[in-house]
């Protein structure tokens, strides 16, 4: 008895520390880069804000029906509860290490990337990028092995400085707004995307922009009020970064013509090169490590919590839920840490993020599946709150979760034939587990 209560998460984190946490585990470098692909895809100003606004209504959608399911099951490691819960230990053991896999690659990626950043800063690091992506991540290792609370206290100060930037950004961009550039010409000899096809990939990248918007649904177990502060946060989060992502848009729409945002490889760096002279480019850097910073630090936290909760479940190491007095599950933390040093030592993690989209797409689907049939299985479940226009609203986000993934196996087959040789091996692995348990 007295080792389960050791080994338990500790409630000391609230509404404040789940909206720091969505923010902070959404909102990269992906809106900063992203426009840039997107105009030349679609080449139209309101077809743009749509597309931003359509990605926003589809996680919208998402957290309501996730806002449901979180209260109703506030558990460490989010989605796979869920979909154990609805369709067996099997359906819970392969989504969760799917989910695990998908939060503990961006880790080492965020690490490699604040010490490319830094190196824009201060050029003479240029030989000293992988030990600077390692130093980062001991550092992070260190500041979460003090506990969850200091955690907590870093991602509130981080995504706050983060939303600052932006909006400091957007406020630059429609005070320079008077000054008028012309456009690029066009190729029309250029062979142009289908506008349809063209609408579809810019979803898929608006889609991975958004990604992290759930992060709130890992750390259910550790909110002190989850049935209140899970669908307030998820709401009030979800909606500020929409807001976020339709305004930074739009801004640069102010300084740039659609034609000229779709040569850019990197539109803020652009933006910010009109309105500030020679220091954009430094300008836009700064925003991109705070940005980095908070996301990183938000990722150190998502994998261990999904171990913490497959191991609890037998379905890794009993050590795996080992807690220590900060309330940070210790042993997950120190592995996933050791996943994301390999990946910075072999540099090839970046391949994965293509799978990862994929992962991430087949257990938000089968999160929303699962609403469905618990709803049918466990009517007496406790649901502080239930998803509005309900079935309706969970069905569409089942539909354009298949209609994502239809397209990412069109766009990325050999992924999806990983995915289904890592589905194959999995059963008998799960069979293996579960005769030692």
Request: aromatic share 14%.
């Amino acid at each position: 008895m007295s080792d389960s209560k050791k080994n338990q998460l500790q409630k000391t984190l609230g509404f404040s520390f789940n909206i720091a946490v969505l923010i902070g585990g959404t909102i990269g470098v992906g809106i900063l880069r992203t426009p840039g692909e997107i105009a030349a895809m679609l080449d139209s100003y309101w077809l743009i804000i749509a597309s931003w606004l359509f990605g926003g209504l589809f996680v919208l959608i998402g957290a309501n029906s996730y806002a449901e399911l979180a209260t109703m099951l506030p558990k460490a490691g989010g989605s796979y509860n869920y979909i154990k819960k609805a369709f067996g230990n099997y359906a819970g053991f392969l989504s969760g290490w799917y989910d695990y896999i998908t939060n503990a690659i961006p880790p080492a990626f965020y690490c490699i990337v604040i010490s490319e950043y830094i190196i824009i800063l201060f050029p003479s690091l240029k030989n000293y990028s992988t030990e600077m992506a390692i130093s980062l991540l001991i550092a992070f290792v260190f500041l979460h092995l003090s506990g969850v609370k200091n955690g907590s206290t870093i991602q509130q100060i981080t995504s706050l400085l983060k939303v600052i930037c932006f909006f400091a950004l957007v406020v630059a961009c429609f005070m320079y707004s008077g000054v008028k550039l012309e456009p690029i010409p066009k190729n029309d000899t250029a062979v142009q995307i289908g506008l349809i096809f063209g609408f579809f990939k810019s979803l898929q990248l608006i889609i991975g922009t958004y990604n992290g918007w759930n992060a709130v649904c890992f750390f259910a177990e550790e909110n002190d009020d989850p049935g209140k502060n899970i669908p307030k946060s998820l709401f009030s989060g979800v909606l500020l970064v929409i807001a976020i992502y339709v305004l930074i848009n739009v801004a640069f729409f102010c300084i740039l013509p659609v034609e000229n945002v779709a040569k850019s490889n990197l539109a803020a760096a652009d933006v910010a090169n009109i309105i500030f002279g020679k220091n954009g480019a430094i300008i836009v850097t700064v925003i991109s490590i705070f940005s980095l910073i908070s996301i990183l630090n938000a990722f150190m936290m998502i994998p261990p919590r999904i171990l913490y909760g497959l191991s609890r479940d037998g379905f890794f190491i009993k050590k795996g839920t080992t807690v220590n007095k900060g309330g940070t599950p210790i042993v997950a933390l120190l592995i996933s840490s050791l996943f994301s040093l390999f990946l910075i030592c072999i540099g090839s993690f970046k391949i994965l993020f293509s799978f990862a989209a994929f992962t991430s797409i087949i257990v938000w689907g089968l999160a929303y599946c699962s609403l469905l049939k618990l709803r049918v299985s466990e009517p007496d479940l406790p649901r502080p709150y239930r998803s509005f226009w309900y079935p309706w609203t969970t069905i569409l986000a089942i539909i354009v979760s298949l209609a994502l993934l239809i397209g990412f196996i069109f766009s990325d087959p050999q992924n999806f034939m990983i995915i289904i040789g890592i589905t194959a091996i999995s059963y008998p692995l799960f069979l293996v587990l579960k005769k030692r348990k």
